[in-house]
């Protein structure tokens, strides 16, 4: 290894990944920044794309999206940040100068979005080339613990934007999250942000739905254990006023589609591969609203404040702890999430 190489993760096709050794980033715009990666994470978005579903990933692509970091070099025109700071990864570039932008639609900025890991080289490397430095970056306050603060690149403004508020949680409600993995327990701990009465947690795996339970999960409900939706529906009037899908499959999808009430939100967080099928014909009649969305992080300032204060603390999702050369080990382990009971995994390049 010299200083012009380092390690990655690189996608060679599904199914195929390896840590190998790579060009370093350098700065290729006046806007970056490079940032030597300090602590990052594998996400079931990562999983998708091994398995072929996000086929915009082409072979070669160093994989990620999330992580902490200290600031390499910057180009000449980011004027936030300076060799030596400590950084947050957001998983959304944003240029911030676009209609999208303007908009806080970061997800679709129209020379940025979902592109770490996705477009170009992700943060599952000892170095990365962030585009829109200063959109894209935060300041990690003193003292902060860092690991928590992983958490806030990807799923906590996922679960709490796409899931929480397009799912319009209100004081009162009742909310149905169908997936206990860490965005549905993103979901699951920013949803009492708004104070509803009761949050029933769907999963397949009887230790997620007791680490839900000790995160504020009302009621759990093992969706292998009978009739999920007449289980659901028990403990409700008429139906769930939100519900969200935070797995991506079309099983999970159509469980909210039949427990929504009348007047309620389907809020759908999950990667989908493949295609669902839409009730419509028992939907129109209900007055119900279906948002769809890939996260924005315009919440992430407020989320890292939470964070910071001690108020919010996603450091309890992490579950496993790895050194960078073991990654491959790490995905292992995430990739066999429920007999490994494993939540959040956090890779080391201390």
Known sequence: ????????????????????????????????????????????????????????????????????????????????????????????????????????????????????????????????????????????????????????????????????????????????IVGAGPVGMGALLTAQFYSPAKIIMVDLDDGRLEMAKTFGATDLINSGSGDTVAQIMAHTKDGVDVAIEAVGIPHTFDICQKVVRPGGHIANVGVHGTKVDLQIQDLWIKNITLTTGLVNTNTTPMLLKTVTSGKLQPERLISHRFSFDDFMGAYEVFGNASRENAMKVIINND
Not at 40 to 49: K, M, N, Q, V
Not at 75 to 94: E, M, Q
Not at 130 to 151: K, R, T
């Open 1 to 176: 290894m010299t200083q012009d190489s380092m390690k990655a993760v690189v996608y060679h096709g599904p199914g195929n990944k390896s840590l190998d050794t790579v060009p370093m980033p350098k700065v290729q715009k006046p806007t970056d920044a490079v940032v030597k990666i300090v602590k990052t994470t594998i996400c079931g978005t990562d999983l998708h794309i091994l398995k072929g579903d996000v086929p915009a990933v082409t072979e070669g692509r160093i994989l990620g999206h999330e992580g902490v970091g200290i600031i390499e070099s910057v180009g000449d025109a980011v004027s936030n940040f300076k060799p030596g700071d400590r950084v947050l990864i957001s998983c959304i570039t944003s240029c911030g100068k676009c209609e999208y932008c303007k908009q806080q639609m970061y997800s679709h900025c129209e020379d940025g979005g979902w592109i770490l890991g996705h477009l170009i080289d992700g943060t599952q490397a000892e170095y990365v080339r962030i585009p829109h430095a200063d959109n894209s970056l935060y300041p990690i306050p003193a003292g902060s613990d860092e690991e928590a603060l992983v958490m806030l690149s990807d799923i906590l403004p996922t679960g709490h934007e796409i899931g929480v508020l397009y799912g319009a949680v209100k004081p009162g409600d009742t909310v149905a």
